[in-house]
């Protein structure tokens, strides 16, 4: 089974610092990638995903991710944050080619401040 | 734009009660799932159809058990609640594409078992 883990558990940031957040995954065989954001009072949406080619992804809001096969780790990021990028971050992953469960990591909660 | 309404937002309930968590989506999407959302633990699947009348278990079925007699609506039951299954509860559906599709979550429905 696969699984996801995100280090950054709370993460702290002054206006206009860049944003790197971690995300590894376990799995053998090829997976399909997502990140998901929680603006506070709001429901989980959709940020970016990565299923093939180039492997550095652009989302919405300016941010990016780059999946790294080799370290099955795919990392979110952002060169500038801004205070409305306040929210919960979820990294998930899902074997490549079904509709099968998506997993979860735990999140990393991002306080931006002014 | 794809709409997933749960019927509560908020709910109360004593141990040992029935518990029914509704949900329904509006665009006509194959699949739908359960999740429960705890802080440090993330989200973990407890149910999910791929289908009308299917159902299949996640990392965390124990406890619960769902129903799907329409496409729209995908209900999950706590046939005796327990005071361990107070979490905030989010249902999610997505187009039966092979994954490729991302999932739309709902507002959520936050359950305290007292």
């Known amino acids: 089974a696969q699984s996801v883990s995100q280090h950054n558990h709370h993460v702290i940031l002054s206006e206009a610092a860049s944003l790197e957040l971690g995300c590894n995954y376990s799995y053998g065989g090829t997976v399909n990638l997502f990140w998901y954001v929680q603006y506070p009072g709001q429901h989980l949406q959709l940020l970016l995903k990565?299923?093939?080619?180039?492997?550095l992804v652009k989302g919405i809001k300016g941010f990016e991710a780059e999946f790294i096969k080799s370290k099955f780790s795919f990392n979110l990021r952002k060169p500038s944050v801004q205070w409305s990028d306040t929210a919960e971050y979820f990294c998930a992953v899902k074997r490549a080619g079904t509709a099968s469960k998506l997993t979860f990591g735990t999140g990393t909660r991002l306080q931006v401040t002014l | 734009d794809v709409k997933v309404t749960q019927s509560s937002r908020y709910l109360v309930k004593r141990t040992g009660e029935k518990v029914f968590l509704e949900c329904v989506q509006d665009?006509?999407?194959?699949?739908m799932f359960w999740y429960r959302q705890d802080p440090g633990l993330g989200l973990r699947l407890i149910y999910f159809s791929y289908d009308v009348k299917m159902k299949e278990k996640g990392d965390i079925p124990e406890g619960y058990s769902v129903s799907r007699e329409k496409k729209e609506r995908f209900s999950l039951i706590l046939e005796s609640a327990s005071t361990n299954q107070t979490s905030m509860y989010l249902c999610?559906?997505?187009?039966?594409?092979?994954?490729?599709?991302?999932?739309?979550f709902g507002n959520g429905t936050r359950l305290t078992v007292t």
């Open positions: 990565y299923f093939s080619g180039d492997p």
């Open positions: 999610a559906s997505s187009l039966g594409d092979r994954g490729h599709s991302p999932l739309h």
């Open positions: 665009m006509d999407h194959e699949n």
